[in-house]
């Protein structure tokens, strides 16, 4: 082929990864919250930091991909950063099937595309040999004397990004442990009678939990089952129970995804579930000796201020 040609097909074949990874960042943004979440469950950051980390990998995303795509610095840089990434993301999707096994969500394309450690694994394979092409075969572009700007305002811009799309909420209040106007008593009684699949353990009449109520088809109830499994690890001195709504097949999908087997739950559907959660899901209660004394977003579900609650009298 002549040259020309060649630059052009690497242009293609550059660009088209390039996109790859500016969808896989665009995908993680909405929501994010999952995300977020890996980094507290490895043990990165902490709830405070994990969701600047989140972002920060998803600028890296942005970044690698609008390089690939204006061929900046491509064997000088950016082909090794992608290489670089990828093995990085391989390592942990090994870790992932070691401590997990191969099964739910591993995240890569957020909740747009659902893939298992092992299929992003192969994706990853075949990026990483169409990277080492790149790297042999293509020179990019050179901007002349605008290059290193170029450089600068592309690397401002992809860090920028997330927090632009999503930005951090940095207020987390701890409004909701200011004990409401309203208690009222949850009605367990309703699910000691009519739950299935395990039986509700009495111990949730007395003392403190956190009880939530979710279907289990529900993507905002998962984001609150994965956030709670992650804080019951990192403290399994914290009561918690779901009560879930939803069909039997639904449950090994439910717990495949969250990884939320470290809580108790039981399956509590009909009228019996509507009259104690209503229709707006996720419910989350903080509940002492069956009063409701907060209902929680699960957004500002917070392991430090659940723990104060906790130590209250």
Not at 162 to 177: K, M, S, W
Not at 230 to 241: R, V
Request: net charge positive.
């Amino acid at each position: 082929m002549k040259p020309l040609i060649i630059k052009i097909v690497f242009f293609f074949i550059s660009s088209l990864m390039g996109l790859v990874f500016i969808y896989s960042a665009y995908t993680k943004l909405y929501p994010i919250e999952p995300f977020e979440f890996t980094f507290v469950d490895l043990g990165i950051g902490g709830w405070r930091l994990a969701p600047f980390i989140a972002r920060f990998m998803i600028g890296l995303e942005f970044f690698i991909g609008f390089l690939l795509i204006f061929g900046l610095y491509i064997k000088r840089f950016t082909i090794k950063l992608t290489i670089g990434s990828l093995l990085f993301f391989s390592i942990y999707l090994f870790f992932i099937i070691i401590r997990n096994g191969n099964n739910g969500n591993c995240g890569c394309f957020g909740n747009a595309i659902a893939m298992t450690p092992s299929q992003a694994l192969i994706k990853n394979a075949i990026m990483l040999l169409i990277a080492f092409i790149i790297l042999k075969y293509y020179e990019g572009f050179s901007y002349g004397k605008i290059q290193k700007w170029f450089f600068g305002m592309t690397c401002i811009m992809a860090f920028a990004l997330p927090h632009i799309l999503n930005y951090v909420d940095l207020e987390y209040t701890q409004a909701y442990l200011s004990k409401p106007e309203n208690e009222f008593k949850l009605e367990l009684e309703t699910v000691y009678k009519n739950a299935k699949v395990h039986q509700v353990p009495t111990s949730l009449s007395k003392g403190k939990h956190i009880i939530a109520f979710m279907s289990m088809t529900c993507p905002h109830c998962r984001i609150a089952a994965k956030k709670m499994r992650i804080i019951k690890e990192k403290n399994p001195a914290i009561s918690m129970f779901l009560i879930l709504n939803g069909e039997y097949d639904k449950i090994q999908p439910f717990f495949e995804d969250t990884k939320a087997r470290n809580i108790g739950y039981c399956l509590l559907n009909g009228r019996s579930f509507i009259y104690l959660a209503g229709l707006n899901l996720p419910v989350i209660y903080m509940v002492n000796n069956s009063v409701v004394e907060n209902e929680v977003d699960y957004m500002r579900l917070d392991q430090l201020e659940i723990e104060k609650w906790l130590q209250k009298p």
